[in-house]
């Protein structure tokens, strides 16, 4: 299988009302792979990563188009964890 490959189509900076703590949202699109397709879905999937505290407020508009490449770690009881990411120019 390819490997999975994820387009920056947005961002949004934003603050949580719980505890008024700022956040950053990227979303991005991908294309669906053969297991995708598996499951009935076809053409391309939208997905948002919620970025690391270090790296809240960090996006500017010229991301907007680029590669995003996310870097994860282990958090909480070994779940995944989105712990840094790259932005590489789309080819």
Do not use: H
Request: proline share 5%; hydrophobic share 35%.
């Amino acid at each position: 299988m390819d490997k999975i490959r994820f387009q920056v189509l947005g961002y949004r900076n934003f603050k949580r009302k719980s505890d008024d703590r700022p956040l950053t949202v990227v979303t991005v699109a991908s294309q669906c792979t053969p297991a995708d397709n598996g499951r009935g879905n076809f053409g391309m999937r939208v997905t948002d990563f919620f970025l690391p505290d270090e790296k809240v407020g960090t996006l500017d508009v010229a991301c907007v188009g680029q590669e995003f490449v996310p870097v994860y770690g282990l958090g909480a009881y070994g779940k995944p964890r989105l712990n840094d990411f790259e932005l590489k120019a789309w080819k």
